[in-house]
C-alpha cells in the first residue's frame, strides 16, 4: 500500500475491522509512515479516552418510576393478558397490502366479466351487416314480432323460429329432402346469421316448399343432418 | 373433580423469544428480566445522546414502557439487546429531535450516583471523571448521527454489524460516521480551551 490511508480505514484498523490482508497491508504503511503513525496515535488516544468515561449507574428513582408507568399500562391491557388468546397477531404490512391488492384486482377482474368486456365477439360471416338488420347482436333477448332481412327476404320472430313474413304456422310441419337440403345451406350463407340467434329459420324455398331449418341443419362442412320436424 | 387449566406461554428455542412469549402471556418476571438486564445499558445511552441527567432518566422511563408494549411483538429477528438498543437509539431521536443539546449539564453539577461505576478503584475514579466529563462534552458537540455511532462502538463496545443494525444504516455508512466523529472528537479534545 503506496497510498496513505484514509482516516475511515485507519479508525476500522483500529477496530481490527479488515480481513486478515487488508489489516496486513494498513499495518506496514503505517510501520513505514510517520505520518500515519501519528494519525492512527491520534485516534487511539480518543479511543482510549472514551472506553475511560465512567458508565452511569441508574438510580432506584428510575425502577420506580419505570414500576408506575407498567402498572398503568398494565392495567389498561388486563383483559388482554388475562386472555391470551384474544389477542390477535397482526400480519407484516405487506402481507396485507398484497391481500388488499389481490382482492381488488378479482373485484375489477369480476366486474368486468359481468360487463361482458371479455366476451368473444361472434365469428360471423363478412355480408352479415348487410343480411341482418335487426339493431341488437345475436345474444340480446329479441321481442316476439322482430322483423329481419336475409338474403333479399323478409322474417318475423315468431315462437322459437323465424318465419318467412308471408307464412302463416299452419303451413308446418315439412320435411326436406337431403339434397335439396346441402344446396340450400350451400348457397345460402345468411341462413348461419339467423340461427345465431338461437332460433329456428322456416321459410319458403324457391321451388314453393317451406322449409324448417335448426342449427344442426346448418354445417360449414357440407353436412347433410336430418331435418327435425315439429311434433 | 374440576380440573383448572393454566394458559402457559409456548416454549421457544430462543431464549428471547421465550421471553417475549413469556410477557405476551402475562408472566410479570418477564418485562423484570429485561429490565435488570438492560436498565443501565439504557439510562447510559440516553445520557450520551441527551447530556441530562434528569432528561436520561425521563427518556429511559419512556423507553422501558416502549419496551414493554412491544415486547410481546419481538420476534428474535434480531438479538433482544440489539432491539433494545434500537428502540433507545428511535425514542431519543424521536424526542430530542433537532433540539440543541444542554453541554452545560455534564459540565457542572452532575450527581455524582450517575457517574459512579462501581468497577473501577478511587484514582481511577478521580481520573475517569475529570476526562470522563471533558470527552462526554465533546461528545455532545458532535452531530447526532457520529455521536450515536461513536457512542455505541466505544462506549457501549457494539460490533459494526450490530450497529449497522441499530441504527438501520449500511456498514460502510458506519464505518464512516465512526472514523468522522473520532476525528472530531480527536481535534476537539486536542483544542485547548
Known amino acids: 500500500m503506496n497510498a496513505h490511508p484514509a482516516t475511515e480505514v485507519l479508525s476500522a484498523y483500529l477496530d481490527d475491522e479488515f480481513v486478515d490482508h487488508r489489516q496486513i497491508e494498513v499495518e506496514s504503511h503505517v510501520e513505514e509512515c510517520q505520518g500515519c503513525q501519528h494519525r492512527l496515535d491520534g485516534l487511539r488516544r480518543v479511543v482510549d479516552q472514551l472506553q475511560r468515561v ?18 398503568r399500562a398494565r392495567r389498561s391491557r388486563s383483559i388482554g393478558m388475562s386472555r391470551p388468546w384474544l389477542q390477535i397477531e397482526l400480519p407484516h404490512p405487506a402481507v396485507g397490502l398484497g391481500f388488499a391488492l389481490t382482492v381488488g384486482f378479482a373485484m375489477m377482474l369480476y366486474f368486468f366479466a359481468q360487463s361482458g368486456a371479455f366476451r368473444a365477439a361472434p365469428d360471423l360471416p363478412d355480408d352479415r351487416s348487410r343480411l341482418i338488420m335487426s339493431p341488437a347482436g ?17 322474417f318475423v320472430l315468431q315462437g322459437d323460429a323465424w318465419l318467412e313474413s308471408q307464412l302463416s304456422t299452419a303451413q308446418l310441419p315439412l320435411e326436406l329432402p337431403a339434397g335439396h337440403y346441402a344446396e340450400l345451406a350451400a348457397s345460402h350463407s345468411w341462413l348461419e346469421d339467423l ?21 344442426q341443419g346448418v354445417g360449414r362442412d357440407g353436412s347433410q343432418p336430418p331435418l327435425p320436424t315439429r311434433p | 373433580m374440576s380440573v383448572s387449566k393454566a394458559i402457559s406461554a409456548p416454549i421457544s428455542s430462543n431464549p428471547a423469544v421465550d421471553l417475549a412469549q413469556r410477557h405476551r402471556y402475562g408472566d410479570e418476571s418477564a418485562f423484570e428480566e429485561v429490565y435488570q438486564r438492560h436498565s443501565a445499558m439504557v439510562f447510559n445511552l440516553c445520557l450520551r445522546l441527551c447530556g441530562e441527567p434528569s432528561r436520561a432518566q425521563d427518556l429511559s422511563q419512556e423507553v422501558f414502557l416502549r419496551i414493554f408494549k412491544g415486547l410481546g411483538r419481538f420476534r428474535g429477528r434480531s438479538a433482544l439487546g440489539t432491539w433494545v438498543y434500537r428502540v433507545t437509539v428511535n425514542h431519543c431521536r424521536s424526542r430530542l429531535g433537532r433540539r440543541r443539546i444542554l453541554t452545560q449539564s455534564l459540565n457542572s453539577g452532575t450527581p455524582q450516583s450517575y457517574l459512579e461505576d462501581p468497577a473501577r478503584g478511587p484514582e481511577d475514579h478521580l481520573l475517569a471523571n475529570d476526562c470522563g466529563r471533558s470527552v462526554a462534552r465533546a461528545l455532545l458537540e458532535l452531530p447526532r448521527c457520529f455521536r450515536e455511532a461513536v457512542v455505541l462502538r466505544d462506549l457501549e463496545g457494539l460490533a459494526y454489524e450490530e450497529i449497522s443494525e441499530v441504527l438501520g444504516v449500511r456498514i460502510g455508512t458506519v464505518r464512516s460516521r465512526i472514523a468522522r466523529g473520532r476525528d472530531r472528537l480527536r481535534v476537539a479534545l486536542e483544542t485547548p480551551r
Do not use: C, K, N, W
Not at chain 1, 55 to 68: C, D, F, H, I, N
Open chain 1, 138 to 154: 345475436p345474444e340480446s333477448p329479441l321481442p316476439q314480432g322482430q322483423r329481419v332481412s336475409a338474403g333479399g327476404r323478409s
Open chain 1, 54 to 71: 465512567p458508565s452511569a449507574r441508574p438510580s432506584m428513582a428510575l425502577a420506580r418510576g419505570v414500576e408506575t408507568h407498567v402498572i
Open chain 1, 195 to 215: 340461427l345465431s340467434y338461437g332460433r329456428d329459420v322456416i321459410f319458403v324455398t324457391d321451388e314453393g316448399e317451406t322449409v324448417r331449418v335448426t342449427p
